[in-house]
């Protein structure tokens, strides 16, 4: 599986705010993400795209604090750290 995706950072959308974006809305954005159509109620449904527009930078947090563990020789085995790593691998489709 491939690390590509569409690059950060993503934005809710003004216009439609059930829908997670890249770049502006208003100028021909790429639509990540939609979830005004999943049936969901509207609370659950922007409780979602809040978390898929985060995405991104979650990821890119993920990715230094593991570097930053291994690079001052921190344990790597602890439970939180294990839980980033398998987090990262999921994005991945690993």
């Known amino acids: 599986m491939t690390d590509k995706h569409t690059p950060g950072p993503w ?5 439609y705010p059930l829908s997670v974006f890249d770049g502006d809305e208003y100028r021909g954005p790429v639509r990540i993400a939609d979830c005004s159509q999943a049936g969901l109620m509207v609370s659950e449904a922007r409780a979602n795209v809040r978390l898929i527009a985060a995405a991104p930078a979650l990821l890119a947090a993920l990715k230094e604090m593991i570097a930053h563990r291994r690079r001052d020789y921190l344990a790597c085995d602890v439970e939180p750290y294990a839980a980033c790593v398998a987090a990262i691998k999921q994005a991945r489709g690993e």
Do not use: A
């Open 11 to 15: 934005q809710v959308g003004n216009f």
